[in-house]
């Protein structure tokens, strides 16, 4: 069902199977698959594509230009997977030419309100953004992520799987998986026990994941630390991901404990 106070674009793709409020907008490069719906005062415009069952709240603003002066009217794409919840007054951003031109949310993800997501973010399965949270442009996060309400997240930063950030937390340094990262500026202050055991991860394969982090974070010198537990955990496959995770891009910094 379409609203006759919506606009909707005689070009854009949309499904029968969809439900648009009132006094929302639908560009001409849009895709709204099986089961979308928007509730009010919903805009969405650009190279963008809504899977299915996806729920957009009002004035929710998706696909409009990047916030990047580099940006020159360049090609680029906006793609949003199935059973996501954006609540209102989140803004969505697609890539640009300097980021691979393409912004990439998975499926079954939760964006509270006022929480923006910059240009050419790639974001994975299961993540809940709290409210007022900005992600800056490149930001990664990998899937089962919990970031807490006001907290900002600088470009080109990494988190991994089931990390857990902190409310109010600066969050300027790569977060490794399994992380619980909080502070002014983020420094790491374990692991998410709770996420580890709502995933139902076998407690030995917990209990050897905290040694090794206690070992890998023993001092400031990660890659040092890592040649130094060699293939003592080699069968874990959790240390494994967080190994990976840290080797994958040596320049970024990695937040560590205080101490």
Not at 17 to 35: H, T
Not at 51 to 64: D, M, Q, R, V, Y
Not at 92 to 99: K, V
Not at 183 to 210: H, P, T, V, W
């Amino acid at each position: 069902m379409i609203h006759s106070s919506s606009v909707i674009n005689e070009n854009a793709k949309i499904s029968k199977k969809i439900n648009i409020g009132p006094f929302c907008y639908v560009g001409p490069n849009v895709e709204l698959s099986d089961g979308v719906e928007l509730i009010s005062n919903v805009h969405i415009e650009g190279n963008t594509k809504i899977e299915k069952n996806t729920k957009i709240f009002p004035f929710a603003s998706i696909g409009t230009q990047p916030q990047d002066l580099k940006f020159k009217n360049e090609k680029n794409s906006l793609s949003i997977g199935e059973n996501n919840i954006i609540r209102e007054y989140v803004t969505i951003n697609p890539g640009t030419e300097g980021g691979g031109s393409k912004t990439v949310i998975g499926n079954n993800c939760l964006f509270m309100i006022s929480s923006h997501v910059a240009h050419d973010c790639i974001i994975g399965n299961n993540v809940i953004i709290a409210n007022n949270v900005p992600l800056g442009g490149h930001v990664k996060i990998e899937d089962s992520v919990v970031i807490g309400g006001n907290s900002a997240v600088q470009q080109f930063t990494r988190i991994g799987r089931l990390a857990m950030i902190g409310g109010m937390t600066g969050v300027l340094k790569d977060v490794p998986p399994f992380g619980l990262s909080i502070g002014n500026r983020n420094y790491l202050q374990g692991l998410n026990l709770i996420g580890l055991r709502r995933k139902k991860y076998e407690n030995k394969k917990i209990i050897e994941l905290d040694k090794a982090y206690k070992e890998i974070f023993s001092s400031k010198n990660l890659h040092e630390n890592l040649s130094k537990i060699n293939g003592e955990y080699k069968d874990n496959e959790l240390v494994s991901e967080v190994i990976r995770f840290i080797e994958k891009d040596k320049k970024r910094p990695i937040c560590t404990p205080q101490n």
